[in-house]
């Protein structure tokens, strides 16, 4: 074939995937249009808006003009879309437009998180209307807020206790959780929490356990095999979620959406609009999407309400006495993307754990020391607690089988000062409610940031104000451990590093 029947066979394919895209971007627009009174026509009276789960209303209560910047104001383009058009490749079911406005029977049927918006609309175009409230404020167990806000968190407070929809979104360790908990106990509502994973489930428990009056066994668990609906407050992974929603979608005040900026899109969709709550708090670092998808999230949460600032720099709730010590290794491995068998020698290598040991003897000389040790494989953790024992040492092991009457027997002694070292894996962590810990070993190169700031939460929450809060980390000379170690120390940083301190080798 020449290049010149190449080139025309290229140029039909081309106007093809013009026309395609033309045809459904006019199928769209279409579906756009609403049929209407004229404008002069519209009967007079208020506009009765009933709010549930959804906003609903008569479609031809309100003037064509209204309807108009509704359905434009909540019809998004489809990044997905786009993204398959540029590829020539639009699947089947691939809209052009994004819309959280129908037409049903009649009437004109809008997500709640646009109320305000509508409001100010139904204002501007001087429409008068009145709303219906439908939805659902059950109490099962009332909740008490047994925490303190900094003066960031209080004045976000008063903006957000004025909206029932919204999002508030901050760094990491700005405090969210904390002013999503005092909120929900203020409203005196059942709330759901809604997350995308199961460690930030148990992230989000031990904030329950800590900030409000109630006991671990009476928060409600929806994920890691666990369907108990609690009292007065649940959390509940997205994906087990959907099976429950029938179930909970009466019986909720509040939702609150965790990483709302991550969540999957299905989620505002299929779970968060079927609830009935009186209201909705999305929870994120901001409210911008990286799939661009920002519209449709706040149509469904609502509009960004406030911006909490960093961590610490306006009286957070984090510490000015976290210190952070940083001990090089002598710990050499030829190292080939094999990261599995550079793990194995890491745990088996005799000098390195012999540091780690020393490190934490002269740590617990002091009575007062209760320290935190983290590993990444349970084969590490017994070999670091067979090295303390020898040297005289009680330590502890937690890990994901230990049963939970242990887990509390170990946190009991940990507490009176029976023992002070618990040692565990970095999938493990959220099963410690320990307090009183003032140092926290990293024993091997942690690379997830949620098992990192689980054990961050570990050493900073219910110790005294004026310990010392001591991290201790490794610095292994391989390029990949390094890398890993300065990832771990911008996590350490956000968390509001009062000093930093790299010791040389042999320095105490």
């Known amino acids: 074939m020449s290049f010149l029947e190449n080139l025309i066979q290229e140029i039909e394919a081309r106007k093809k995937a013009e026309e395609a895209a033309q045809a459904m971007e006019d199928h769209a627009k279409a579906a756009l249009e609403t049929e209407s009174l004229p404008e002069e026509q519209a009967p007079s009276g208020p506009v009765t808006v009933a709010l549930g789960n959804v906003i609903e209303m008569e479609a031809d209560a309100l003037p064509f003009k209204v309807r108009e910047e509704i359905m434009k104001r909540l019809t998004f383009d489809n990044p997905r879309y786009f993204h398959e058009a540029r590829f020539e490749r639009i699947k089947p079911g691939t809209t052009r437009y994004l819309t959280y406005a129908w037409n049903q029977d009649g009437k004109l049927i809008l997500a709640r998180g646009f109320m305000h918006e509508l409001i100010r609309i139904f204002h501007a175009n001087r429409v008068q209307f009145e709303i219906q409230d439908r939805t659902v404020r059950p109490q099962s167990f009332c909740l008490k807020f047994k925490g ?186 030829d190292f080939r993307d094999n990261y599995g068998e550079l793990t194995t020698a890491l745990i088996q290598d005799q000098t390195r754990n012999d540091l780690i040991v020393t490190d934490i003897l002269e740590c617990v000389a002091n009575p007062r020391a209760r320290t935190l040790l983290v590993c990444d494989r349970i084969e590490h953790a017994q070999t670091l607690k067979d090295l303390l024992e020898a040297r005289f040492a009680k330590a502890a092991i937690v890990k994901g089988r230990t049963p939970r009457s242990q887990i509390e027997s170990v946190q009991r002694k940990y507490g009176q000062g029976n023992l002070q070292v618990i040692i565990t894996t970095q999938k493990s962590i959220h099963k410690l409610e320990t307090n009183r810990t003032n140092h926290l070993f990293v024993a091997s190169p942690i690379k997830y940031g949620d098992h990192l700031f689980q054990a961050m939460g570990a050493l900073m929450k219910a110790a005294p104000k004026n310990d010392q809060l001591v991290i201790h980390d490794y610095r292994d000379s391989l390029r990949v451990l390094m890398n890993s170690l300065k990832q771990r120390v911008t996590y350490y940083r956000s968390m509001g590093l009062a000093h930093e301190k790299t010791l040389e080798k042999d320095e105490k």
């Open 148 to 333: 303190s806000l900094n003066p960031d968190q209080t004045e976000a407070l008063e903006t957000i206790r004025k909206r029932r929809f919204g999002i508030v979104t901050g760094p990491r360790g700005s405090g969210k959780k904390v002013l999503a908990l005092k909120l929900a106990a203020a409203r005196n509502v059942d709330a759901l929490v809604i997350v995308k994973s199961k460690a930030r489930m148990y992230q989000w428990k031990e904030a329950v356990c800590r900030f409000l009056n109630i006991h671990g066994s009476q928060v409600g668990m929806l994920g890691d095999g666990r369907q108990d609906f609690g009292e007065g407050i649940a959390i509940a992974i997205d994906r087990t979620l959907y099976r429950h929603v029938d179930n909970l979608k009466s019986r909720v005040g509040m939702v609150i959406g965790d990483q709302c900026e991550r969540a999957n899109l299905k989620i505002f969709t299929d779970a968060v609009i079927p609830m009935e709550s009186a209201y909705l708090l999305g929870l994120g670092r901001s409210d911008k999407r990286l799939d661009g998808l920002d519209g449709p999230m706040k149509a469904c949460l609502g509009p960004l309400l406030c911006e909490l600032k960093e961590p610490r720099k306006a009286g957070g709730e984090g510490t000015g006495n976290l210190i952070l010590v940083v001990r090089p290794t002598d710990f050499q491995f």
